[in-house]
């Protein structure tokens, strides 16, 4: 993060604590579901979301471009994209418990914002071009849509196991049916897939505007290639039917494990994007 007032940087800070909260009231509600408690979750949550978004408009403001262009901002893009539409889902189907699944996500995600906010990342030529922050930005809410897909897939392994032991709890009323969760994780599955696949397409696109050859050893590009690979052949799996229910549920929850914990281990091991390292391509 480069020069990040202190001013600006307790609003990141405000938006994590307060996920905090929301994330109490969510899992009371999994065992106790009360509205009072989904509504009080919600409105945390929406709060968190308010406070971040102030922050990235201050910080826009302060670089005077998109902040899009270091593996902190990025990882704040994933964080504030994923709030959103966690909050956007529960404002619309209400379900309440299905953010128990999706807001542990969303403060994790936060959280992992803290461990490159402590790195000096400096924005190098080229990363004002609109064909980047373009890729960054779908890149950032593909990651989004998959993190809630395995949210999605999470409630949907909950109803699933009650189904089996036919012990149906209190989670099992709170959720919608297996047919329309299923539904819903494979729609977000594939709104990421297609979100990741303009974002290497875009980046392509950056990569030929400065002259730098499309084959690279790049391990973002890989990984990113990699799990564009996995979604797709789980999707079309799906639509054959070999892949459907309780596996795919499995697969998106496995992808997505691949895909959080790959970003941060490439990052932190293989210092990201080639371009970012002074050298190399």
């Known amino acids: 993060m480069t020069d990040m007032p202190p001013a600006f940087f307790w609003l990141y800070r405000t938006a994590f604590v307060l996920q905090l909260p929301a994330l109490a009231f969510f899992v ?21 979301l308010l406070a971040h978004v102030l922050f990235t ?13 270091s593996g902190f901002e990025a990882i704040s893009a994933w964080g504030l994209a994923l709030t959103a539409l966690v909050v956007e889902v529960e404002w619309r189907h209400r379900l309440g418990l299905l953010g128990a699944f999706l807001a542990p996500l969303s403060a994790a995600t936060l959280l992992m914002g803290f ?25 950032m809410l593909s990651y989004a849509f998959f993190t809630a897909a395995a949210g999605a897939a999470g409630a949907y392994l909950v109803q699933d196991s009650q ?17 329309e969760l299923e539904g ?12 990741l696949c303009l974002a290497i397409a875009a980046g392509f696109v950056w990569r030929l505007r ?3 050859p499309l084959a690279s050893a790049d391990p973002k590009i890989g990984f990113s290639l990699g799990m564009a690979c996995a979604y797709a052949l789980g999707l079309l799996a799906r639509l054959q039917g070999p892949l459907r229910g309780r596996r795919f549920a499995w697969l998106c929850v496995l992808l997505f494990l691949a ?15 080639a371009f970012l390292r002074p050298g190399v391509a």
């Open 115 to 139: 461990r490159f906010a402590l790195s000096a990342d400096l924005p190098v030529p080229g990363l004002g071009d609109g064909w980047l922050l373009s890729h960054v930005a779908l890149a």
């Open 163 to 179: 189904l089996k032991s036919k012990r149906m709890g209190a989670l099992f009323y709170e959720l919608p049916p297996l047919g």
């Open 184 to 195: 819903l994780l494979a729609r977000l599955a594939g709104a990421g897939l297609l979100a």
């Open 57 to 69: 408009v201050l910080l826009a403001g302060s670089a005077g471009r998109l902040p899009l262009a």
């Open 28 to 48: 009371t509600y999994a065992f106790k579901p009360k509205r009072s408690l989904a509504l009080a979750a919600t409105a945390f949550l929406a709060a968190s």
């Open 259 to 273: 895909l959080f914990f790959g970003v941060y281990l490439v990052d932190l091991y293989f210092g990201g994007h």
């Open 210 to 212: 400065l002259g730098l």
